[in-house]
Structure formats: structure tokens, C-alpha cells
């Protein structure tokens, strides 16, 4: 299989901050294993409204997780993002710094209960929008709303961009959440790819079968987008 560049946008590397990894020896081996599987840049998005530190925490955890890396990893960069729980309240969080978008951008990875209607989704969208940020809806697949419907295309039109997990495209195709994200490839409804990397264990990063999958039934040019350059036009700040 070709080695692929990838651009994880969604994961839980930073030490001690939140769900994600518990010390430093389990960012570097977390950080290995998806190097070892093509990675070649990472945003940690820590949970925003869990996170037990502050922005600034995070940025020098951030470049503490740099220093280590840029040693055994010259040619992986490392962004500071966060995934953040959508309330009312967050845009005026995100305004005044106390939430992070995408490494400085307008682009905004933004979580919800599971069970949301899809007129909450679609109208916390649109608020989003209205205050001139780019939401990211992160692993949209979660979302039975969406699931049910085939409203991602609207969902789009309106302002939103939408990831999926590597995990749930690599899973069994007899999986009804696996077949409906690999519907949303070939329809190329999905923007972004992430790991959602918590950990070594249960939740590590594994990209192998999804990128099996992709390779077999996606485009070139759109895998390329994915994977790699629709992100790195993300943190560029430029029209996704
Ligand atoms: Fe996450």
C-alpha cells in the first residue's frame, strides 16, 4: 500500500489535560504509532470544557510535546487546537481566548450530546457561522440525527465542515455506523479525517484499515483532500 501523508486533526495527545494520554511516555508512543502509520502532522484538540488547564497551559504543554517530538520526529508538526462542547456560551469563550479555535484559525472543532435533534445541530451551525468562525463537527458519525437522515449535504451548504473518525471507516462492513461514514466518502460529503487518539490501549491510533478501504474506493484527488490538504489549508486559515 502507498505511504500516505496524513494530517490527524483530532486528537487527545497533550499529558494530563483531559480523557486523553496520562503522561508524557504515553504522548511520545501515541505520537510513534501514528508516525510509524504516515503521519506527518497532529492538532491536539483537548476537551475544552473538561480541560483542566488554561489555554496558556496547554500552549507550553504544546511545546514541551514539540521538544520531545522534534527530536524523534523531525518532520512531524505538532498545531494546538481544542475540541470544544457546544453551549451557547462558547462563542463568547472562543472571543475572548478562554476557548481555542484550530491553531489560531477561524475553524472551530466543535462536539455535541449524541443525541441531538438535527435542528439543534443545524441552528448551533448557524451561530457559529454568524459569529465568523468555520465549525468542524467532529466525528459526525456519533450523531444518530444525522445517521438518520441524509441531511450532511445541508449541514454543509450551511457552513459546517465535518469530520469522521479513522476508526469508523476501518471497522466491520456488517457495522451500520461503518457502511453509512463510507457512504459519506464516496458521496465525498466529509472534509477532515481524525483519530481521536486517547490512548494506547483501546483508543490508540489506528489508521491502517480505514486507509485499506480508502484507497480501494475513494479518488485520488479526494483522498489526497482529506487526508492531507484540506487541513493544511485549515491551518492556513484559507477556504476549505
Ligand atoms: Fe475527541
Redesign the pocket.
Given at each position: 500500500m502507498k505511504q500516505r501523508k496524513i494530517f490527524d486533526i483530532?486528537t487527545?495527545i497533550l499529558p494530563g489535560v483531559d480523557d486523553g494520554s496520562d503522561s508524557m511516555k504515553t504522548t511520545m508512543g501515541m505520537l510513534k504509532m501514528a508516525y510509524n502509520q504516515g503521519v506527518r502532522a497532529v492538532m491536539a484538540?483537548p476537551?475544552g470544557s473538561a480541560s483542566r488547564v488554561s489555554p496558556t497551559q496547554c500552549r507550553s504543554l504544546l511545546e514541551k510535546v514539540q521538544e520531545q517530538a522534534q527530536q524523534k520526529f523531525p518532520d512531524l508538526k505538532l498545531y494546538l487546537g481544542e475540541?470544544i462542547f457546544y453551549s451557547r456560551g462558547c462563542i463568547e469563550h472562543l472571543n475572548n481566548g478562554k476557548l481555542l479555535p484550530m491553531t489560531g484559525t477561524s475553524y472551530v472543532l466543535t462536539?455535541f450530546p449524541y443525541s441531538i435533534s438535527y435542528r439543534e445541530l443545524y441552528s448551533a451551525v448557524r451561530e457559529l457561522v454568524w459569529a465568523r468562525y468555520r465549525p468542524i463537527l467532529?466525528?459526525i458519525e456519533r450523531y444518530r440525527c444525522l445517521r438518520e437522515s441524509d441531511c450532511t449535504e445541508e449541514l454543509s451548504e450551511s457552513g459546517a465542515y465535518l469530520q469522521i473518525n479513522f476508526s469508523s471507516i476501518g471497522a466491520s462492513c456488517l457495522n451500520g455506523t461503518t457502511r453509512w461514514c463510507r457512504r459519506q466518502l464516496t458521496g465525498g460529503r466529509i472534509h477532515f479525517l481524525g483519530s481521536?487518539m486517547h490512548n494506547l490501549g483501546s483508543r490508540r491510533p489506528e489508521l491502517g484499515k480505514a486507509l485499506e478501504w480508502m484507497e480501494r474506493h475513494l479518488e485520488e484527488d479526494y483522498l489526497r483532500e482529506i487526508l492531507w490538504e484540506n487541513a493544511e489549508k485549515m491551518v492556513r486559515d484559507e477556504l476549505v
Open positions: 483530532h487527545h484538540t476537551h475540541e462536539e467532529a466525528h481521536d
